[in-house]
């Protein structure tokens, strides 16, 4: 294959594609708006699933690296109303088929499993266009550009690489998402650690909930989630984190304390999330040169799928790439019918577990959804 491979986005797609074109012998790079690895926290746990994200982890040789990672018994699940009162209490199987791992631990892994350099940080990307039949050019913030002649969008929900396409623009879904973390939670919240438990943590009600789950070395991550219009909290600073807090809490007003601590004892400021999601079915006719993977695809809102999608949809591209490497608009065609597929299949199956979570016979609807995965496993 005689085609640069150009990525944008250092996520998990995007790396699980540069790992299995460097285990072909193909050489990418990589390019992230982030200064470093360490920029920002990576997000929380992951359970990877063996159809997808094990797949494509195997597909990159790196099965063993990640059985490393694995945080045993973090699959037990809680529900709880806003008493603190528990519903439904899980514990894990110890059958391990979703292992837990930290989002950030296996970023850092597909990281280290690349050569030096793959990886350019600092560069954000501010635009692409189309130069000509098959090559783009890519825009940095920086001023500087590069000619791609192979540009692969792993860039998320807010694409730059998406409006060469066919585009489509992300929709709000109607729910915001508060993230907060406690750390050394068994010693500093131990009321907090005793109700969220050993894995995760549903506490609900209608419009309104706390999903929690513990990491390690004793870290609760904890994500607000709200049935908010798209403009809450517009006029409050975000970087005023006293203030934020207090926003949020005061939706929590009556729940138990226990609960309510695992946002005012938040030892990081406050992150605020509003959800968006892609059309679904989004898809495109085939553009000469350039593709897309993972949520610059096809965003939903978080149900545990997204992930594991993206690094098979990387390790699918990748492996495309090393089969056909004399025609690369067959391979990305391959990649894309494979993931259209793959994306709307979810999609048809999607419980709606996030909408669920918090509607309007919360937390009972989660429990029914609950009840019956238990039921099927």
Excluded at 102 to 123: C, K, N, Y
Excluded at 297 to 318: Q, S, V
Aim: aromatic fraction near 4%.
């Amino acid at each position: 294959m005689t085609k640069p491979v150009t990525i944008i986005g250092a996520g998990l797609g995007g790396l699980v594609l540069a790992r299995v074109l460097h285990v072909h012998g193909i050489p990418a790079t990589v390019h992230e708006a982030e200064p470093s690895p360490a920029a920002r926290r990576q997000g929380g746990l992951l359970d990877i699933h063996p159809e997808n994200g094990q797949l494509a982890l195997e597909t990159a040789a790196l099965t063993e690296e990640f059985r490393k990672l694995i945080l045993p018994g973090r699959e037990s699940y809680r529900v709880l109303d806003r008493t603190g009162t528990v519903l439904l209490d899980l514990p894990d199987s110890g059958a391990g088929r979703r292992p837990e791992v930290p989002r950030g631990a296996l970023r850092q892994m597909l990281i280290d499993a690349l050569p030096a350099g793959t990886v350019r940080w600092s560069h954000k990307v501010t635009g692409v266009r189309t130069l000509d039949e098959s090559r783009h050019e890519v825009r940095f913030d920086d001023g500087t550009t590069i000619i791609a002649s192979l540009l692969i969008g792993a860039d998320g929900a807010w694409s730059r690489v998406r409006p060469v396409l066919p585009d489509a623009r992300p929709a709000y879904v109607g729910v915001c998402s508060v993230e907060t973390f406690l750390f050394d939670a068994d010693n500093r919240h131990p009321a907090a650690a005793e109700v969220v438990g050993a894995g995760s943590l549903f506490a609900l009600a209608p419009g309104i909930g706390l999903l929690a789950h513990r990491e390690g070395g004793g870290t609760l991550h904890t994500y607000a989630q709200l049935r908010k219009p798209e403009g809450w909290l517009a006029d409050v600073d975000t970087v005023d984190t006293a203030t934020l807090i207090a926003e949020v809490a005061k939706e929590y007003d009556g729940w138990a304390p226990e609960l309510t601590a695992l946002i005012t004892g938040s030892d990081t400021p406050p992150i605020l999330r509003r959800i968006f999601t892609l059309p679904a079915g989004h898809h495109w006719d085939r553009v000469p040169g350039v593709t897309l993977l993972g949520d610059a695809a096809h965003l939903r809102a978080p149900n545990g799928e997204g992930a594991n999608l993206a690094m098979l949809d990387g390790a699918e591209l990748g492996q495309a790439l090393a089969t056909r490497p004399d025609d690369v608009e067959a391979a990305l065609a391959e990649h894309e019918r494979s993931m259209f597929a793959r994306a709307a299949a979810i999609e048809a199956n999607d419980d709606d577990m996030y909408t669920i979570m918090i509607d309007d016979d919360a937390p009972q609807s989660m429990l029914a959804l609950m009840n019956g995965a238990e039921r099927e496993a």
